[in-house]
């Protein structure tokens, strides 16, 4: 961020742009001469009115107030940024250091560069990793995202949540490439599914057989799945037709089942940049 963020509790060092912006968090539009004023009588703070003029000018000028004509208000474009980036640091945090905050999370533990995280089954590891892209995706600067899976799957339960993140993701000029080991009934739905919605999808591709793979900018999400509960996804959405899957089975014995499921996540520039060109290459046969 281009400025001092002390908030939310304002320390005797905070600069005039934090005050402002405090101020303006519960009582909006001011203008400049009222800001000051509030400046001066909320924190005691003996301020010039130019350095209050000053620093407002700049924030608009960084896209942090929007002005109109009844004076100065916090833009909410910039409460959006703030608020994904402070969640992109929680979940940052979350996979450093063991915490009951993550639902469903049994153990955490840094090895090196490399974090990882085991959950009790796998809807609480799909929860997190939904969290995870949901922001990492959109703070990314490298538009081009990979997935690899076992199976294609999640529209099944998550229809509403994907098709909102499809259309974020398009929004944002994002390009998501899926490839899928998988080419049953429900398989080949999904990926017609995520096709309508600007993916480039691939079933019955030789991948996820050691474990899935998820690469958002410099970070490679590696997902290991027991052999057990691989099998059981196989079976229960081997299915020839859709209709004949068994949501209710799919869900307790395969989504909810207790169990160890392990996310390791690591930055590597090289081996991202890999894993996206060998992704690309399958939609070029």
């Given at each position: 961020?281009?400025?001092?963020?002390?908030?939310?509790?304002?320390?005797k060092?905070?600069?005039?742009?934090?005050?402002?912006?405090?101020?303006?968090?519960?009582?909006?539009?001011?203008?400049?001469?009222?800001?000051?004023?509030?400046i001066?009588?909320r924190?005691?703070?003996?301020?010039?009115?130019?350095?209050v003029?000053?620093?407002?000018?700049?924030l608009?000028?960084?896209?942090?107030?929007?002005?109109?004509?009844?004076?100065?208000?916090?833009?909410?474009?910039?409460?959006k940024?703030?608020?994904?980036?402070?969640?992109?640091?929680?979940?940052?945090?979350?996979?450093?250091?063991k915490?009951?905050?993550?639902?469903g999370?049994?153990?955490?533990?840094?090895?090196?560069?490399?974090?990882?995280?085991?959950?009790?089954?796998?809807?609480?590891?799909?929860?997190y990793?939904?969290?995870?892209?949901?922001?990492?995706?959109?703070?990314?600067?490298?538009?081009?995202?990979?997935?690899?899976?076992?199976?294609?799957?999640?529209?099944?339960?998550?229809l509403?949540?994907?098709?909102?993140?499809?259309?974020?993701?398009?929004?944002?000029?994002?390009?998501i490439?899926?490839?899928?080991?998988?080419?049953?009934?429900?398989?080949k739905?999904?990926?017609?599914?995520?096709?309508?919605?600007?993916?480039?999808?691939?079933?019955?591709?030789?991948?996820?057989?050691?474990?899935?793979?998820?690469v958002?900018?410099?970070?490679v999400?590696?997902?290991?799945?027991?052999a057990?509960?691989r099998?059981?996804?196989?079976?229960?959405l081997?299915?020839?037709?859709i209709?004949?899957?068994?949501?209710?089975?799919?869900?307790?014995?395969?989504?909810?089942?207790?169990?160890?499921?392990?996310?390791v996540?690591?930055s590597?520039?090289?081996?991202?940049?890999?894993?996206?060109?060998?992704?690309?290459?399958?939609?070029?046969?």
């Amino acid at each position: 961020m281009p400025f001092s963020l002390t908030l939310p509790a304002l320390e005797k060092g905070a600069s005039v742009k934090d005050y402002i912006i405090s101020i303006l968090s519960s009582d909006w539009p001011l203008t400049a001469k009222k800001l000051h004023i509030s400046i001066k009588k909320r924190f005691g703070r003996n301020v010039t009115y130019q350095a209050v003029y000053k620093a407002v000018r700049e924030l608009v000028g960084e896209g942090v107030l929007r002005q109109n004509n009844e004076g100065y208000e916090i833009s909410e474009g910039w409460i959006k940024k703030l608020h994904s980036f402070t969640e992109i640091v929680q979940s940052n945090y979350f996979t450093k250091q063991k915490t009951t905050a993550i639902e469903g999370l049994k153990e955490a533990r840094r090895e090196g560069e490399i974090n990882v995280l085991t959950f009790e089954n796998y809807f609480d590891t799909e929860k997190y990793l939904y969290y995870l892209q949901k922001h990492s995706i959109f703070a990314s600067k490298n538009k081009v995202i990979c997935m690899h899976h076992l199976h294609e799957w999640a529209p099944l339960f998550y229809l509403r949540a994907e098709y909102n993140k499809a259309l974020a993701a398009k929004g944002q000029g994002i390009k998501i490439y899926r490839i899928c080991s998988g080419s049953t009934a429900a398989d080949k739905w999904a990926a017609s599914f995520y096709r309508e919605m600007g993916y480039c999808v691939k079933t019955g591709v030789s991948c996820g057989d050691v474990c899935e793979l998820l690469v958002v900018g410099d970070t490679v999400i590696q997902i290991y799945l027991p052999a057990e509960l691989r099998e059981k996804l196989s079976v229960l959405l081997g299915k020839k037709r859709i209709e004949e899957v068994d949501i209710k089975r799919l869900a307790s014995e395969v989504f909810e089942k207790k169990t160890a499921i392990e996310v390791v996540i690591s930055s590597n520039v090289k081996i991202a940049d890999q894993i996206r060109e060998k992704t690309k290459a399958y939609f070029k046969r």
